[in-house]
T-cell receptor, first 109, second 114 residues
Framework: GQNIDQPTEMTATEGAIVQINCTYQ??????LFWYQQHAGEAPTFLSY????GLEEKGRFSSFLSRSKGYSYLLLKELQMKDSASYLC??????????FGRGTSLIVHP | DTGVSQDPRHKITKRGQNVTFRCDPI?????LYWYRQTLGQGPEFLTY????????KSRLLSDRFSAERPKGSFSTLEIQRTEQGDSAMYLC????????????FGDGTRLSIL
Protein backbone atom coordinates (compact mmCIF):
# COMPACT_ATOMS: atom_id res chain seq x y z
CA GLY A 1 0.00 0.00 0.00
CA GLN A 2 0.89 3.65 -0.07
CA ASN A 3 0.84 6.36 2.56
CA ILE A 4 1.22 10.03 1.64
CA ASP A 5 1.39 12.81 4.20
CA GLN A 6 1.07 16.56 3.63
CA PRO A 7 0.22 19.43 5.98
CA THR A 8 -3.48 20.24 5.91
CA GLU A 9 -3.17 24.00 5.68
CA MET A 10 -0.54 26.70 5.31
CA THR A 11 -0.70 30.48 5.18
CA ALA A 12 1.77 32.89 3.61
CA THR A 13 2.10 36.52 2.60
CA GLU A 14 1.93 37.83 -0.93
CA GLY A 15 5.44 38.12 -2.38
CA ALA A 16 6.94 35.61 0.04
CA ILE A 17 8.26 32.07 -0.48
CA VAL A 18 6.49 28.98 0.81
CA GLN A 19 7.57 25.33 0.95
CA ILE A 20 4.97 22.56 1.00
CA ASN A 21 6.31 19.20 2.15
CA CYS A 22 5.19 15.72 1.20
CA THR A 23 6.40 12.48 2.74
CA TYR A 24 5.47 9.11 1.38
CA GLN A 25 5.81 5.38 1.93
CA UNK A 26 5.25 3.23 -1.10
CA UNK A 27 5.94 -0.22 -2.45
CA UNK A 28 7.85 0.59 -5.60
CA UNK A 29 8.37 4.11 -6.90
CA UNK A 30 7.80 5.44 -10.39
CA UNK A 31 7.59 9.17 -9.94
CA LEU A 32 6.01 11.93 -7.90
CA PHE A 33 3.66 14.62 -9.21
CA TRP A 34 2.47 17.93 -7.82
CA TYR A 35 -0.91 19.33 -8.85
CA GLN A 36 -2.69 22.59 -8.08
CA GLN A 37 -6.42 22.60 -7.49
CA HIS A 38 -8.50 25.73 -7.09
CA ALA A 39 -11.79 25.35 -5.25
CA GLY A 40 -14.43 23.78 -7.47
CA GLU A 41 -12.00 23.15 -10.31
CA ALA A 42 -10.01 20.21 -11.68
CA PRO A 43 -6.44 19.52 -10.55
CA THR A 44 -3.84 20.89 -12.95
CA PHE A 45 -0.33 19.51 -13.37
CA LEU A 46 2.58 21.48 -11.90
CA SER A 47 5.64 19.25 -11.78
CA TYR A 48 7.07 15.75 -12.00
CA UNK A 49 10.11 14.23 -10.27
CA UNK A 50 11.45 10.74 -10.75
CA UNK A 51 15.13 11.29 -9.94
CA UNK A 52 16.59 12.94 -6.86
CA GLY A 53 17.10 16.66 -7.04
CA LEU A 54 15.41 19.90 -7.86
CA GLU A 55 13.22 20.63 -10.87
CA GLU A 56 12.61 24.32 -11.52
CA LYS A 57 9.78 25.73 -13.58
CA GLY A 58 9.31 29.47 -13.30
CA ARG A 59 8.09 30.46 -9.85
CA PHE A 60 7.56 26.82 -8.91
CA SER A 61 10.24 24.26 -8.03
CA SER A 62 9.93 20.69 -6.80
CA PHE A 63 12.49 18.59 -4.97
CA LEU A 64 12.71 14.84 -4.47
CA SER A 65 14.73 12.59 -2.19
CA ARG A 66 13.84 8.98 -2.89
CA SER A 67 15.93 7.59 -0.03
CA LYS A 68 14.03 9.77 2.45
CA GLY A 69 10.61 9.36 0.83
CA TYR A 70 10.36 13.15 0.74
CA SER A 71 9.43 15.87 -1.68
CA TYR A 72 8.66 19.54 -1.44
CA LEU A 73 7.05 22.13 -3.67
CA LEU A 74 8.57 25.60 -3.45
CA LEU A 75 6.52 28.58 -4.53
CA LYS A 76 8.33 31.90 -4.94
CA GLU A 77 6.99 35.45 -5.29
CA LEU A 78 3.60 34.36 -4.05
CA GLN A 79 0.56 35.88 -5.68
CA MET A 80 -3.01 35.96 -4.43
CA LYS A 81 -4.00 33.61 -7.25
CA ASP A 82 -1.70 30.95 -5.76
CA SER A 83 -4.29 30.39 -3.02
CA ALA A 84 -5.35 26.82 -3.78
CA SER A 85 -4.93 23.22 -2.69
CA TYR A 86 -1.63 21.58 -3.63
CA LEU A 87 -1.76 17.83 -4.16
CA CYS A 88 1.19 15.46 -3.93
CA UNK A 89 0.69 12.25 -5.92
CA UNK A 90 3.01 9.24 -5.93
CA UNK A 91 3.12 6.60 -8.60
CA UNK A 92 4.10 3.32 -7.05
CA UNK A 93 4.70 -0.11 -8.45
CA UNK A 94 1.30 -0.21 -10.13
CA UNK A 95 2.01 3.01 -12.07
CA UNK A 96 -1.27 4.47 -10.81
CA UNK A 97 -0.83 7.82 -9.03
CA UNK A 98 -2.09 7.89 -5.46
CA PHE A 99 -2.91 11.32 -4.07
CA GLY A 100 -2.35 12.83 -0.67
CA ARG A 101 -5.18 14.79 0.94
CA GLY A 102 -3.71 18.07 -0.30
CA THR A 103 -2.38 21.19 1.39
CA SER A 104 -4.65 24.22 1.38
CA LEU A 105 -2.51 27.32 0.86
CA ILE A 106 -3.92 30.69 1.82
CA VAL A 107 -2.05 33.73 0.51
CA HIS A 108 -2.92 36.99 2.22
CA PRO A 109 -1.93 40.57 1.34
CA ASP B 1 -7.22 22.14 -27.77
CA THR B 2 -9.93 19.92 -26.28
CA GLY B 3 -9.27 18.68 -22.79
CA VAL B 4 -11.00 15.97 -20.80
CA SER B 5 -14.74 16.53 -20.70
CA GLN B 6 -17.24 15.07 -18.28
CA ASP B 7 -21.00 14.97 -18.39
CA PRO B 8 -23.09 15.90 -16.52
CA ARG B 9 -21.39 18.55 -14.38
CA HIS B 10 -23.93 18.10 -11.61
CA LYS B 11 -26.29 15.27 -10.74
CA ILE B 12 -28.86 15.30 -7.96
CA THR B 13 -30.74 12.10 -7.34
CA LYS B 14 -32.66 10.25 -4.68
CA ARG B 15 -31.11 7.46 -2.66
CA GLY B 16 -31.56 4.12 -4.35
CA GLN B 17 -31.51 5.44 -7.92
CA ASN B 18 -28.92 4.49 -10.52
CA VAL B 19 -26.68 7.12 -12.09
CA THR B 20 -24.28 7.07 -15.02
CA PHE B 21 -21.49 9.52 -15.78
CA ARG B 22 -19.58 9.95 -19.00
CA CYS B 23 -15.97 10.91 -19.61
CA ASP B 24 -14.40 11.85 -22.95
CA PRO B 25 -10.60 11.81 -22.60
CA ILE B 26 -8.06 13.66 -24.70
CA UNK B 27 -8.21 11.81 -28.01
CA UNK B 28 -4.67 10.45 -28.19
CA UNK B 29 -4.57 9.37 -24.53
CA UNK B 30 -4.84 5.63 -24.05
CA UNK B 31 -4.93 5.67 -20.25
CA LEU B 32 -8.12 6.67 -18.44
CA TYR B 33 -8.69 6.92 -14.69
CA TRP B 34 -11.70 7.50 -12.46
CA TYR B 35 -11.26 9.13 -9.05
CA ARG B 36 -13.66 10.25 -6.34
CA GLN B 37 -13.01 13.36 -4.27
CA THR B 38 -14.76 14.63 -1.16
CA LEU B 39 -14.31 18.00 0.51
CA GLY B 40 -10.89 18.47 2.06
CA GLN B 41 -9.51 15.25 0.63
CA GLY B 42 -7.36 14.40 -2.35
CA PRO B 43 -8.68 12.37 -5.27
CA GLU B 44 -9.24 8.72 -4.32
CA PHE B 45 -8.51 6.15 -7.02
CA LEU B 46 -11.45 4.08 -8.27
CA THR B 47 -10.43 2.36 -11.49
CA TYR B 48 -8.10 2.53 -14.48
CA UNK B 49 -8.27 1.59 -18.17
CA UNK B 50 -5.54 1.12 -20.71
CA UNK B 51 -7.35 1.38 -24.03
CA UNK B 52 -10.51 -0.70 -23.57
CA UNK B 53 -9.08 -2.98 -20.88
CA UNK B 54 -9.95 -2.30 -17.26
CA UNK B 55 -6.63 -3.14 -15.62
CA UNK B 56 -7.18 -2.20 -12.02
CA LYS B 57 -10.00 -1.50 -9.59
CA SER B 58 -9.70 -0.14 -6.08
CA ARG B 59 -10.56 -2.54 -3.28
CA LEU B 60 -12.77 0.28 -2.01
CA LEU B 61 -14.95 0.03 -5.12
CA SER B 62 -18.09 -1.84 -4.17
CA ASP B 63 -19.98 -4.04 -6.60
CA ARG B 64 -22.51 -1.23 -7.03
CA PHE B 65 -19.91 0.58 -9.13
CA SER B 66 -19.11 -0.45 -12.67
CA ALA B 67 -17.07 1.24 -15.37
CA GLU B 68 -16.67 0.61 -19.07
CA ARG B 69 -14.58 1.92 -21.92
CA PRO B 70 -16.04 -0.05 -24.81
CA LYS B 71 -13.99 1.21 -27.73
CA GLY B 72 -11.02 2.59 -25.90
CA SER B 73 -12.31 6.13 -26.25
CA PHE B 74 -15.00 7.49 -23.91
CA SER B 75 -15.78 5.84 -20.60
CA THR B 76 -18.85 5.53 -18.40
CA LEU B 77 -19.08 5.07 -14.65
CA GLU B 78 -22.34 3.70 -13.29
CA ILE B 79 -23.41 3.64 -9.66
CA GLN B 80 -26.35 1.41 -8.85
CA ARG B 81 -28.63 1.80 -5.82
CA THR B 82 -26.96 5.03 -4.76
CA GLU B 83 -26.34 5.70 -1.07
CA GLN B 84 -25.77 8.91 0.87
CA GLY B 85 -22.07 8.11 1.11
CA ASP B 86 -21.76 8.20 -2.66
CA SER B 87 -22.13 11.99 -2.63
CA ALA B 88 -18.81 13.30 -3.96
CA MET B 89 -17.06 14.79 -6.96
CA TYR B 90 -16.26 12.12 -9.54
CA LEU B 91 -13.17 13.02 -11.53
CA CYS B 92 -11.96 11.49 -14.76
CA UNK B 93 -8.35 11.83 -15.92
CA UNK B 94 -6.43 10.66 -18.96
CA UNK B 95 -2.78 10.38 -19.86
CA UNK B 96 -0.41 9.04 -22.45
CA UNK B 97 1.18 5.66 -21.91
CA UNK B 98 4.70 6.97 -21.33
CA UNK B 99 6.69 7.41 -18.16
CA UNK B 100 6.31 10.77 -16.51
CA UNK B 101 3.27 11.79 -18.51
CA UNK B 102 0.94 13.72 -16.20
CA UNK B 103 -2.75 13.10 -15.86
CA UNK B 104 -5.13 15.64 -17.36
CA PHE B 105 -8.31 15.98 -15.34
CA GLY B 106 -11.83 16.84 -16.35
CA ASP B 107 -13.90 19.29 -14.32
CA GLY B 108 -15.72 16.42 -12.67
CA THR B 109 -19.30 15.40 -12.01
CA ARG B 110 -20.65 16.50 -8.66
CA LEU B 111 -23.11 13.91 -7.33
CA SER B 112 -25.54 14.79 -4.58
CA ILE B 113 -27.72 12.09 -3.05
CA LEU B 114 -30.90 13.29 -1.38
Amino acid sequence: GQNIDQPTEMTATEGAIVQINCTYQTSGFNGLFWYQQHAGEAPTFLSYNVLDGLEEKGRFSSFLSRSKGYSYLLLKELQMKDSASYLCAVRGGSYIPTFGRGTSLIVHP
Amino acid sequence: DTGVSQDPRHKITKRGQNVTFRCDPISEHNRLYWYRQTLGQGPEFLTYFQNEAQLEKSRLLSDRFSAERPKGSFSTLEIQRTEQGDSAMYLCASSLDRGGMPQHFGDGTRLSIL
